[in-house]
């Protein structure tokens, strides 16, 4: 079975940092890209960053120059650099990748950035 458990999530200030980390079984985790996305409540899931296999990332544009995402394939876990944290960067944080032609989610943690 696939298995991604995201950590690293909480509270903390604007313009603070956090680091989310997402651990990964059940895949042969360094063929496969992996994303981060958030959610708030009554809004859709958006996308905030990905990374290929071949180490390639791309951001949307409001966390551009803020987040930075990365792997570790041989620790099976993909990472969620985020610095200078504002208060609507605030939402669940889901790990995603593809397997066998499905969408595959963890379960999410949370961050609230606010004084």
């Known amino acids: 079975q696939v298995h991604l458990v995201e950590s690293g999530g909480g509270l903390v200030q604007p313009g603070g940092s956090l680091r989310l980390s997402c651990v990964v079984s059940?895949?042969?985790?360094?063929?496969?890209?992996m994303r981060w996305y958030r959610q708030t409540p009554g809004k859709q899931r958006e996308f905030v960053a990905g990374?290929?296999?071949?180490?390639?990332?791309n951001y949307t544009d409001s966390v551009k120059d803020r987040f930075t995402i990365s792997r570790d394939n041989v620790r099976t876990t993909v990472y969620l650099r985020m610095n200078s944290l504002r208060p609507d960067d605030t939402a669940v944080y889901y790990c995603?990748?593809?397997?066998?032609?499905?969408?595959?989610w963890g379960r999410g943690t949370q961050v609230t950035v606010s004084s």
């Open positions: 995603n990748t593809d397997y066998r032609g499905s969408q595959r």
């Open positions: 059940g895949i042969n985790f360094r063929l496969h890209p």
């Open positions: 990374i290929t296999s071949d180490n390639v990332a």
